[in-house]
């Protein structure tokens, strides 16, 4: 009995500091999300004004991050950088989770034909190294924020596809979805009423997970010059920009790249404490206490 007690009450406190460190992150999160939002009125200084009086100037009082070899603040540039980084990569996992999700679903519930071409092109997407074939579409696309953004949402989708897919197959044959159709319920209300609710969480974890991933290919294209070019102020970009002075003026690369660890770091543990929280043994045992 005792030792029951206490299993319980460890289990309670495991459940609690879950909970806890799923506020935690969540508000980092949301302050990130509004320093990147509002970074633009933040700046101390104009991004895009050069100033060769102070070009690679150290970090100091006047400049926080220093300057870069054009004598802009890096600090002004880095705040704008979070903006176009962070909301690249959200609009990006966005449309690959929407769209994924979408025909996944639609596959995975009309089976035939239509799975067997969707798993098909899947397929295909998923032979080659993700980044590599996006690499090769933004070449073809010429480079650009917008077609970095389309490059990888064209190979990511399959991911999201096939865990939609997958999900779909198991609570096809549940007999609340037998019991829905013989209701009369139409494939389109079958899949929006009580398919897809009962399915968004895992997809909404993955793709709380895929936002750091997103950032850092976005960052790895604007580095290899397929992504946002000069002097468009994007995190991958500017460590591109300053990489041959590492050894002599290194704030001009660490900057942006602690920016983009920060931001991944904070997705990346808000994912995993979702994921946690959203176990179902978690909420098995919620449901029992409760």
């Not at 903006?83 to 959200?90: D, G, K, P, Q, V």
Request: charged residues 15%.
């Amino acid at each position: 009995m005792i030792e029951r007690v206490k299993n319980r009450l460890r289990k309670r406190s495991g459940k609690n500091r879950i909970k806890q460190r799923l506020i935690i992150f969540s508000v980092l999160v949301a302050l990130l999300l509004l320093l990147a939002l509002f970074s633009e009125k933040l700046c101390p200084y104009d991004p895009a004004q050069q100033n060769f009086a102070i070009a690679l100037e150290p970090p100091g009082p006047a400049h926080l991050f220093g300057t870069d070899r054009y004598g802009r603040d890096m600090l002004s540039r880095v705040l704008v950088g979070a903006h176009i980084s962070i909301f690249s990569a959200l609009i990006l996992v966005a449309v690959i989770t929407a769209a994924g999700s979408l025909i996944g679903v639609a596959a995975g519930y009309a089976g035939g034909k239509l799975d067997a071409v969707v798993m098909r092109i899947s397929d295909i997407c998923l032979a080659f190294p993700g980044l590599i074939f996006a690499l090769a579409i933004a070449a073809v696309l010429n480079g650009g924020v917008e077609n970095a953004v389309i490059a990888l949402a064209a190979v990511s989708w399959p991911k999201y596809a096939r865990l939609s897919r997958s999900q779909t197959l198991a609570v096809k044959q549940s007999d609340y979805i037998q019991a829905a159709r013989l209701a009369g319920n139409t494939p389109v209300q079958m899949i929006l009423r009580h398919i897809l609710p009962n399915i968004m969480g895992q997809i909404l974890v993955t793709a709380m997970l895929d936002i750091g991933t997103m950032m850092m290919e976005i960052a790895a294209l604007s580095f290899l010059g397929l992504g946002a070019k000069p002097p468009t102020a994007e995190w991958g970009s500017m460590m591109s920009e300053g990489r041959s002075m590492l050894q002599t003026y290194p704030w001009v690369v660490l900057t942006p790249g602690i920016g983009i660890f920060i931001s991944v770091a904070l997705f990346n543990l808000l994912g995993d404490t979702l994921r946690d929280y959203m176990d179902p043994r978690n909420r098995r045992e919620t449901v029992k206490n409760s």
